[in-house]
């Protein structure tokens, strides 16, 4: 069958009269050879009889002839695809049949019949052989005309139900598939028809009449038929079954958003939530999620193993329905979800393996106790027809329970949709515990935090105070920074505002020693400068103890160039003194309004070494406000400039109300973003001063009769005050301290009142050293002065002042003063 090219120059056919025929003798050599040969391979007849067939071919396909040939002889004949070599040494592809005959002789030949394939794709198919091709297929197939009516199926799409062939004929897609949506097939018939454009991969999920009760996926593809004259006459599609690999698919999808949206946050509760969220629909139409309740408050699941005859305590943490009436039962989120020993969800709970059931006995009880009405429902009633339980399981440890629902009797779930699920818990399982293991540290770091910061801050007379404090660090809670006011003798206060390196757990405890120092360094009542001169010693020399330098990871390490603001502020007189070590200094809202910013001399940031601390001090009119902040407060992620950054400070400083504590919070907000760069800390105090009448002084020469006086003159004004259960034990406080410092002091003496929540007696005397507590012995004639102070005051002390010093007794007041 010689090859040629037909008219619209796409097909190439082979045709017994296009072919070069060719005579083999029994030993496979030419014995004839014809012009048609000789023009496809260029040979002369006195140049191929003679040789061997073999020899005009290619040497890969040489070595097949020999095989040919008996396959040939054995069968009755063979054709296929040989490529022949030219003899100008070209290839040429050819199609060959060889057929063996008999001469009239009786000898056997073979006849060959050459055809070249030029472009063709391969074989021309006889009808009997594309018959063979379409019936046997086990694609379906099938042919509508331009009316969109079968005219002609093939046998495997019977497969999908609509009966045989012939019952098609003229029907429609939609009479024969009403379950699938006949609109968007025919409409991609329709465009094939009207462009000639084949489409190729349309995906369809539908409900074919071979499985009417649940979704099937195929897979279509459409080609335009037309006749001799181009004109279309209707269209071949075929159908494909890829459910398995849509719903491989959909499994994937699935996998794929519960990995985006499950774990979104460090909450257990909202992760629970989201595995229920991302279930519904796509795998179930009802699924709850259950835990333990030591899971839900982040401590360790228990260690024992659990048996199947406890009755097992869990709590909802999420559920998602696909009905609002399904089920009508439920437990809600945190509440208390039980269940009966030996039930299924207890079984996965002790042993750790998932259960499914396809059908659930409609009349069995549900196996939740303690139902809403107190009355346990059937699933019947509940309509839940099949279940998946799954167990929440990480690092070998069983969390809680996650069951899987669906109320359609047609779909149960099935071993794919188990496996399913076990990878959605298992991804969901490592979310969950990790927010469990979250839950628990952090609620460790927020009692730290609490434990390092004041809860609230003490009462006082000096200062209205509120304060602020918002970490970098919002996963923990914890920071660096902290603020504290600290009551003084002497009805003063003590204003701290600082700020440890870093963020997080190490910060803290670097913060919570730099506070405790403070608090115990201000019980020594000593100058602002000097209080930051023995705390810079301190975290140097734990520095050098502890072999740390600032940058290393502890707490040691950490407090090297911390900073710290420290005021002293006396209603008495209304004047503040503080210093800083590498801390910005506060700003001062006047009571009219007015801000400004204390010029203060900055000192070296603690533990780094560097000049002696300064410190300054001014009066405060009553109402002022001052603002001590740390640095995080006007921290805005980039190179700052220290005047704009005051300007801003200074603009939401304008904005104070009346009242401190939403004052504080707005300056925070208006100048800190939602997600701080720094730790922040602000700590606001309005000034108060103690009524005139509050404080009573006399000034006392140098003289021992003058006790007497200073007695009388105490008790005028305990009486004045209202103070008359206090008068005996503050004349012995005072003429002990009086006649101490005539006694042992030089320069003047002045003895002062003060009743604030307290009444504290101060005695100041010009000189500087400091009195002791002695224990004298039964004999002794003196030396019980200080000890009967001791022993009558709630507290006493001594501080020193440039001019001398001052020991004061406190005395607690039983009753607001009048």
């Known amino acids: 069958m010689g090859g040629h090219k037909e008219q619209d120059g796409d097909r190439q056919g082979f045709d017994v009269a296009d072919a070069a025929p060719l005579l083999l003798d029994p030993q496979g050599v030419v014995a004839s050879w014809t012009g048609q040969a000789e023009r496809m391979l260029g040979y002369s007849p006195s140049e191929a009889v003679g040789r061997k067939f073999a020899e005009l071919l290619i040497p890969e396909d040489a070595e097949r002839v020999p095989d040919l040939v008996g396959r040939c002889r054995g069968n009755g004949g063979w054709a296929g695809l040989l490529t022949a070599r030219r003899r100008d040494g070209r290839r040429v592809p050819v199609m060959v049949r060889i057929t063996p005959t008999v001469e009239p002789r009786g000898r056997s030949s073979l006849l060959v019949l050459v055809s070249e394939l030029a472009d063709a794709p391969g074989w021309d198919m006889s009808r009997t052989v594309l018959e063979q091709m379409v019936t046997g297929s086990s694609i379906g197939i099938a042919i509508v005309d331009t009316d969109l009516r079968f005219v002609w199926s093939n046998a495997a799409l019977e497969q999908f139900g609509g009966g045989p062939a012939p019952r098609r004929l003229g029907l429609r897609f939609a009479d024969v598939q009403p379950g699938m949506d006949a609109e968007a097939v025919e409409e991609r018939m329709r465009h094939v028809l009207e462009t000639g454009e084949r489409v190729v991969g349309y995906e369809h999920v539908g409900r074919v009449r071979s499985a009417p009760l649940r979704d ?274 002497g009805a003063r206060v003590a204003l701290v505002v600082g700020e440890a390196p870093g963020h997080g757990i190490d910060a803290a405890a670097a913060m919570g020693r730099l506070r405790t120092a403070v608090r115990t360094l201000s019980a020594l009542d000593l100058p602002p400068e000097e209080v930051l001169a023995h705390l810079d010693d301190l975290v140097s020399r734990s520095a050098r103890d502890e072999g740390g330098e ?198 003047p003496v002045r003895l002062r009142l003060i009743r604030e929540r307290a009444l504290v007696c101060e005695v100041f005397d010009g000189g500087a050293t400091t009195p002791h507590l002695r224990h004298p012995r039964a004999m002794d004639e003196g030396g019980r002065g200080l000890l009967l102070v001791s022993q009558l005051s709630q507290q006493w002390g001594t501080r020193f002042i440039p001019e001398g010093k001052i020991i004061w007794a406190e005395q607690s007041l039983s009753a607001p003063p009048v």
């Open 550 to 747: 600032p940058a290393d990871g502890g707490a040691e390490g950490r407090s090297a160039g911390a900073g710290c603001l420290y005021v002293v502020y006396d209603p008495v007189d209304g004047r503040c003194a503080m210093a800083a070590a590498g801390h910005p200094a506060p700003a001062v809202v006047a009571p009219e309004g007015t801000v400004t910013f204390v010029e203060l001399p900055q000192g070296p940031a603690l533990g780094v070494g560097g000049p002696p601390f300064e410190s300054v001090e001014l009066p405060l009119a009553e109402g002022s406000t001052l603002a001590l902040h740390t640095d995080g407060l006007l921290a805005h992620g980039g190179p700052g400039d220290a005047g704009t950054d005051r300007d801003r400070l200074r603009r939401a400083l304008e904005q104070v109300t009346e009242s401190l504590g939403p004052a504080c919070q707005a300056v925070v907000d208006a100048l800190v973003p939602a997600r701080p760069y720094d730790d922040v800390a602000l700590l606001m105090a309005r000034t108060r001063r103690l009524d005139p009448g509050q404080v009573a002084v006399w000034d006392l020469p140098v003289d021992p009769a003058v006790v007497a006086e200073a007695r009388k003159s105490t008790t005028r004004q305990l009486d004045l005050w209202g103070l008359d259960e206090l008068v005996f034990t503050t004349e012995l406080i005072v003429s002990e301290l009086v006649t101490n410092a005539i006694r042992h002091a030089a320069g």
């Open 216 to 489: 099937t996926a195929h897979m279509l593809s459409f080609t335009r038929l037309d006749d001799e004259q181009g004109r279309p006459m209707g269209v071949y599609y075929t159908v494909v079954d890829i459910t398995e690999r849509h719903r491989a698919r959909q499994r994937l999808a699935l996998l794929d958003r519960a990995g985006e949206h499950i774990g979104r946050t460090l909450d257990v509760t909202r992760t629970a939530q989201e595995l229920a969220d991302i279930a519904v629909p796509g795998l179930a139409e009802f699924v709850t999620v259950d835990l333990l309740e030591t899971v839900l408050r982040g401590a360790e699941p228990p260690s024992g193993p659990l048996t199947e005859t406890d009755r097992v305590m869990l709590r909802r943490a999420g559920h998602r329905s696909l009905y609002q009436d399904l089920p009508r039962t439920i437990v809600e989120t945190g509440g208390v979800a039980a269940y009966l020993a030996g039930s299924p969800p207890v079984r996965c709970l002790t042993t750790g393996r998932s259960w499914r059931q396809e059908q659930l006995d409609p009349l069995a009880l549900e196996w939740a106790v303690g139902a809403p009405g107190g009355r346990e429902s059937t699933f019947l009633e509940l309509g839940l027809q099949s279940v998946m339980i799954v167990p929440i399981r990480a690092r070998g440890v069983t969390l809680g329970l996650t069951t899987f629902f669906r109320r359609r009797r047609e779909n149960p779930f099935d071993q794919d949709d188990l496996n399913l699920a076990e990878d959605l818990v298992s991804r969901a399982a490592v979310c969950v515990d990790n927010a469990r293991r979250y839950t628990r540290e952090r609620d460790a770091a927020l009692v730290l935090q609490r434990s390092l910061l004041p809860r609230r801050l003490p009462e006082q007379d000096a200062v209205e105070v509120s304060a602020c404090y918002r970490p970098a660090d919002e996963l923990t809670g914890l920071g660096g920074d902290w603020y504290d006011l600290i009551p003084l003798p």
